[in-house]
Protein backbone atom coordinates (compact mmCIF):
# COMPACT_ATOMS: atom_id res chain seq x y z
CA UNK A 1 0.00 0.00 0.00
CA UNK A 2 2.99 2.42 0.73
CA UNK A 3 4.58 1.76 -2.75
CA UNK A 4 1.42 2.36 -4.67
CA UNK A 5 0.59 5.69 -2.77
CA UNK A 6 4.38 6.49 -3.23
CA UNK A 7 3.98 6.00 -6.63
CA UNK A 8 0.95 8.03 -7.29
CA UNK A 9 2.70 10.94 -5.58
CA UNK A 10 5.87 10.50 -7.20
CA UNK A 11 3.57 10.57 -10.73
CA UNK A 12 1.45 13.65 -9.63
CA UNK A 13 4.75 15.12 -8.81
CA UNK A 14 5.97 14.91 -12.13
CA UNK A 15 3.12 15.78 -13.78
CA UNK A 16 2.42 19.07 -12.20
CA UNK A 17 6.12 19.43 -13.03
CA UNK A 18 5.85 19.06 -16.59
CA UNK A 19 2.77 21.43 -16.62
CA UNK A 20 4.62 24.45 -14.96
CA UNK A 21 7.38 24.68 -16.87
CA UNK A 22 4.52 25.80 -19.70
CA UNK A 23 4.07 28.45 -17.63
CA UNK A 24 7.49 29.90 -18.10
CA UNK A 25 6.82 31.04 -21.44
CA UNK A 26 3.90 33.08 -20.74
CA UNK A 27 4.26 36.69 -20.87
CA UNK A 28 3.06 38.75 -17.76
CA UNK A 29 1.84 42.07 -17.53
CA UNK A 30 0.98 44.20 -14.94
CA UNK A 31 -0.94 48.06 -14.77
CA UNK A 32 1.15 50.68 -13.91
CA UNK A 33 0.46 54.12 -13.97
CA UNK A 34 1.27 54.72 -17.89
CA UNK A 35 0.21 51.74 -18.96
CA UNK A 36 0.89 48.53 -18.68
CA UNK A 37 4.83 46.22 -17.95
CA UNK A 38 5.28 43.43 -19.92
CA UNK A 39 7.59 40.42 -18.66
CA UNK A 40 9.03 37.32 -19.53
CA UNK A 41 11.16 35.33 -16.71
CA UNK A 42 11.02 38.27 -14.85
CA UNK A 43 12.83 40.46 -17.84
CA UNK A 44 10.90 43.45 -18.40
CA UNK A 45 10.04 43.27 -22.70
CA UNK A 46 9.64 46.32 -24.98
CA UNK A 47 7.44 46.76 -28.23
CA UNK A 48 11.24 45.60 -30.06
CA UNK A 49 11.60 42.39 -27.98
CA UNK A 50 7.52 41.04 -28.45
CA UNK A 51 7.65 41.44 -31.74
CA UNK A 52 10.94 39.15 -31.82
CA UNK A 53 9.32 37.14 -29.20
CA UNK A 54 6.09 36.66 -31.12
CA UNK A 55 7.19 35.87 -34.75
CA UNK A 56 5.89 32.32 -34.86
CA UNK A 57 2.55 33.57 -34.07
CA UNK A 58 0.97 35.29 -37.44
CA UNK A 59 -2.25 37.08 -35.23
CA UNK A 60 -0.16 38.32 -32.79
CA UNK A 61 2.80 39.50 -34.85
CA UNK A 62 0.02 41.68 -36.91
CA UNK A 63 -1.23 42.92 -33.24
CA UNK A 64 2.31 43.97 -32.07
CA UNK A 65 3.89 45.13 -35.55
CA UNK A 66 0.19 47.32 -35.22
CA UNK A 67 0.93 48.28 -32.07
CA UNK A 68 4.42 49.14 -32.42
CA UNK A 69 3.92 51.32 -35.86
CA UNK A 70 0.97 53.47 -33.52
CA UNK A 71 3.42 53.99 -30.26
CA UNK A 72 6.17 55.73 -33.00
CA UNK A 73 3.36 57.34 -34.29
CA UNK A 74 2.39 59.22 -31.15
CA UNK A 75 5.43 59.71 -29.79
CA UNK A 76 6.51 61.96 -32.89
CA UNK A 77 3.06 63.61 -32.95
CA UNK A 78 3.11 64.13 -29.28
CA UNK A 79 6.59 65.05 -28.97
CA UNK A 80 5.22 67.72 -31.65
CA UNK A 81 2.58 68.81 -30.21
CA UNK A 82 4.02 69.43 -26.82
CA UNK A 83 6.74 71.28 -29.03
CA UNK A 84 4.31 73.55 -30.58
CA UNK A 85 1.87 74.09 -27.15
CA UNK A 86 5.25 75.74 -25.89
CA UNK A 87 6.50 77.49 -28.89
CA UNK A 88 2.91 78.77 -28.93
CA UNK A 89 2.46 80.33 -25.35
CA UNK A 90 6.11 81.63 -25.61
CA UNK A 91 5.34 83.39 -28.53
CA UNK A 92 2.26 85.04 -27.08
CA UNK A 93 4.28 86.26 -24.36
CA UNK A 94 7.16 87.38 -26.27
CA UNK A 95 4.92 89.76 -28.60
CA UNK A 96 6.86 89.83 -31.59
CA UNK A 97 6.69 91.32 -34.20
CA UNK A 98 7.84 88.22 -36.63
CA UNK A 99 4.26 86.12 -35.64
CA UNK A 100 0.71 88.04 -36.52
CA UNK A 101 -1.73 85.41 -34.92
CA UNK A 102 0.57 83.98 -31.80
CA UNK A 103 -2.16 81.42 -31.18
CA UNK A 104 -1.95 79.61 -34.12
CA UNK A 105 1.12 77.35 -32.78
CA UNK A 106 -0.91 76.65 -29.98
CA UNK A 107 -3.53 75.45 -31.36
CA UNK A 108 -1.75 73.21 -33.77
CA UNK A 109 -0.28 71.62 -30.62
CA UNK A 110 -3.35 70.66 -28.93
CA UNK A 111 -4.27 69.11 -32.46
CA UNK A 112 -1.06 67.18 -32.85
CA UNK A 113 -2.18 66.03 -28.99
CA UNK A 114 -5.29 65.20 -30.10
CA UNK A 115 -4.18 62.71 -32.49
CA UNK A 116 -1.29 61.64 -30.73
CA UNK A 117 -3.13 60.44 -27.34
CA UNK A 118 -5.33 58.42 -29.11
CA UNK A 119 -3.11 56.59 -30.69
CA UNK A 120 -1.09 56.03 -27.81
CA UNK A 121 -4.00 54.58 -26.15
CA UNK A 122 -4.65 52.59 -29.11
CA UNK A 123 -1.35 50.99 -29.03
CA UNK A 124 -1.73 49.51 -25.80
CA UNK A 125 -5.28 48.27 -26.63
CA UNK A 126 -3.06 46.26 -29.42
CA UNK A 127 -0.19 45.20 -27.81
CA UNK A 128 -2.37 43.86 -24.59
CA UNK A 129 -4.39 42.16 -27.21
CA UNK A 130 -1.23 40.32 -28.44
CA UNK A 131 0.31 39.31 -25.63
CA UNK A 132 -3.48 37.73 -24.65
CA UNK A 133 -3.30 35.86 -27.71
CA UNK A 134 0.21 34.64 -27.46
CA UNK A 135 -0.37 33.70 -23.65
CA UNK A 136 -3.81 31.86 -24.91
CA UNK A 137 -1.97 30.33 -28.10
CA UNK A 138 0.75 29.22 -26.25
CA UNK A 139 -0.97 27.48 -23.41
CA UNK A 140 -2.92 25.31 -25.89
CA UNK A 141 0.07 24.50 -27.69
CA UNK A 142 1.57 23.31 -24.66
CA UNK A 143 -1.13 21.64 -23.79
CA UNK A 144 -2.05 19.98 -26.27
CA UNK A 145 1.40 18.04 -26.91
Known amino acids: MKKVLFAILT ?7 TYSQSSTDTITYTKTFTGYKYTLKGIRLSLKDMKSIMGNDPIAFNYIKRAKRQSVWSYILCFSGGYCIGF ?10 YQEQPGQDFLGGLM ?3 VGI ?8 NALKAVQYYNLHKRNVNYNL
Do not use: M, Q, V
Open 11 to 17: LSFLISK
Open 88 to 97: GITSTTDKSK
Open 112 to 114: YLS
Open 118 to 125: PLAISSER
